[in-house]
């Protein structure tokens, strides 16, 4: 009589007890996915922002240039370009050595990325 008194309580409690542990476990689930949500956003907007802090000039200087000089040539004590023209010609005549043959636009991007890295010369 006893021990079916203790276990008709026990049951009720467990019923009582059951749709709070349900409702506690579901609010947990959920906010488990929503702190998966933002995370996977945080994730998109983080690749969709492009690479604009290389200049295009410099990946054509890295991919073809420092075969035989690396960037410190350029900022040399003695280094021998005084204005824009002649950085042009010492692209030129570097792209000729280099048998590079890179398009005029392409050596264009190489001056242009050269004069905004080391030589800040005004564009005559
Ligand atoms: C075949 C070897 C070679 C390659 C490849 C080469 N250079 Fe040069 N470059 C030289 C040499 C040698 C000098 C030094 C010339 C001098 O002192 O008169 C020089 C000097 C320069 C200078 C002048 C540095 C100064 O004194 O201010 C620039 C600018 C330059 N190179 C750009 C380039 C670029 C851009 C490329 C890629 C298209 C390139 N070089 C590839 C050999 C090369």
Redesign the pocket.
């Known amino acids: 009589m006893k021990v079916r008194g203790l276990s008709g309580l026990g049951c009720l409690l467990l019923t009582m007890l059951l749709p709070v542990l349900l409702a506690g476990c579901d609010g947990l689930q959920q906010s488990a996915r929503s702190a998966q949500k933002a995370e996977t956003e945080t994730t998109q907007s983080q690749q969709a922002e492009p690479d604009q802090a290389v200049h295009p000039g410099k990946r054509l200087?890295d991919a073809?240039?420092i075969?035989?000089?690396d960037a410190a040539?350029?900022s040399?004590e003695d280094?021998?370009?005084s204005d824009f023209t002649l950085?042009q010609q010492?692209?030129r005549r570097?792209?000729a050595?280099?048998g590079?043959r890179?398009s005029a636009e392409d050596l264009q991007q190489?001056t242009a990325y050269?004069n905004q890295a080391y030589y800040h010369f005004s564009k005559e």
């Open positions: 200087h073809n240039c075969s035989c000089h040539m350029y040399r280094r021998r370009i950085l010492q692209v570097c792209d050595n280099l590079s890179l190489l050269l």
